[in-house]
């Protein structure tokens, strides 16, 4: 139901946007998050936006350069990333959730994409 798309190789300090599609979802009643995973790291939240048009949550890590946004018209989810760092390296995954205000644990989230990579080299 949910697919990203956007990952890729980048330098440190450079730019990736992600993309999320959904399908079979009724997309405006769910909250919408990037989640991430490093290798031998658990699933840590990097962005959530909530179903009520609040301002985001970011965690310190990517507060200041990550910004998640949403078009529910369309359907997708984005998460922009600038100024990136090797420690961002990462397999990203989208997530929705039915749950209201801003959901930061997986266990809140039903619906996941497969995930696409990001590495970003020093």
């Known amino acids: 139901q949910l697919g990203e798309s956007g990952g890729g190789l980048v330098q440190a300090g450079g730019s990736l946007t992600l993309s999320c599609a959904a399908a079979g979802l009724t997309f405006n009643t769910y909250a919408l998050a990037w989640f991430r995973q490093a290798p031998g790291k658990g699933r840590e939240v990097v962005a959530v936006?909530?179903?009520?048009?609040?301002?985001?949550y970011y965690p310190d890590a990517v507060k200041g350069r990550f910004t998640i946004s949403r078009d529910n018209r369309n359907r997708l989810v984005h998460l922009q990333m600038n100024n990136l760092k090797p420690e961002d390296t990462a397999v990203y995954y989208c997530?929705?959730?039915?749950?209201?205000?801003?959901?930061?644990?997986?266990?809140?989230?039903?619906?996941w994409g497969q995930g696409t990579q990001v590495t970003v080299s020093s």
């Open positions: 936006i909530a179903r009520s048009g609040e301002p985001p």
């Open positions: 997530a929705a959730s039915t749950e209201w205000g801003f959901p930061r644990e997986s266990q809140q989230y039903s619906s």
